[in-house]
T-cell receptor, first 112, second 117 residues
Framework: DAGVTQSPTHLIKTRGQQVTLRCSPISGHKSVSWYQQVLGQGPQFIFQYYEKEERGRGNFPDRFSARQFPNYSSELNVNALLLGDSALYLC???????????FGSGTRLTVV | AQKITQTQPGMFVQEKEAVTLDCTYDTSDQSYGLFWYKQPSSGEMIFLIYQGSYDEQNATEGRYSLNFQKARKSANLVISASQLGDSAMYFCATANAGGTSYGKLTFGQGTILTVHP
């Protein structure tokens, strides 16, 4: 079975631009969570979606938004990019939004 | 609020030896879970082991075991018979089992493990 897939794997954006990151969960998993990992730090929770509803939000500005589609895939959008948004963005899926998270390999975003 | 502290920025171990990675946690939740993840240079977070707060036995998964001391709020990871492929960043994390943050993982800063041949 395919694991959690994220796209793109790498991208470079300019300050002020907008970016959309994509995540496909493991088949049968209904929950998707997003994390931001700045170099040298542990991942920080951004959002969790379960059954297409937002179930949790971390301490991130409104420039960050996300949604989950009927097939349980998810998108993370970041507007008005700042240099500090440069990070590895990780997506994790789980069957019910509870334990049993499986992470993808992440999208490495560089803002210049 | 939950907090994870990993006080060892880097650890070195000889191949085939055992190593302990430290983790202390702080949470006001009665029911919570403790996790260890391995992150190689590729970036993927690989689940290693899980301990529930009400589990009386320490969790074990192959060469990985979790030394859970609830009163001291510690959840150290023990890797036995280290292999060169164990060289990676290791993260301790916790999640509560209820409320609006259900399922949210809180991670520590990580420990870089280097296994020498």
């Amino acid at each position: 079975d395919a694991g959690v897939t994220q796209s793109p794997t790498h991208l470079i954006k300019t300050r002020g631009q907008q970016v959309t990151l994509r995540c496909s969960p493991i088949s049968g998993h209904k929950s998707v969570s997003w994390y931001q990992q700045v170099l040298g730090q542990g991942p920080q929770f951004i959002f969790q979606y379960y059954e297409k509803e937002e179930r949790g939000r971390g301490n991130f500005p409104d420039r960050f938004s996300a949604r989950q589609f009927p097939n349980y895939s998810s998108e993370l959008n970041v507007n008005a990019l700042l240099l500090g948004d440069s990070a590895l963005y990780l997506c994790a899926s789980s069957p019910r939004g509870s334990y049993g998270y499986t992470f993808g390999s992440g999208t490495r975003l560089t803002v210049v | 609020a939950q907090k994870i502290t990993q006080t060892q920025p880097g650890m070195f171990v000889q191949e085939k030896e055992a190593v302990t990675l430290d983790c202390t946690y702080d949470t006001s939740d009665q029911s919570y879970g403790l996790f260890w993840y391995k992150q190689p240079s590729s970036g993927e977070m690989i689940f290693l082991i899980y301990q529930g707060s009400y589990d009386e036995q320490n969790a074990t998964e192959g060469r990985y075991s979790l030394n859970f001391q609830k009163a001291r709020k510690s959840a150290n990871l023990v890797i036995s018979a280290s292999q060169l492929g164990d060289s990676a960043m290791y993260f301790c994390a916790t999640a509560n089992a209820g409320g609006t943050s259900y399922g949210k993982l809180t991670f520590g800063q990580g420990t870089i493990l280097t296994v020498h041949p």
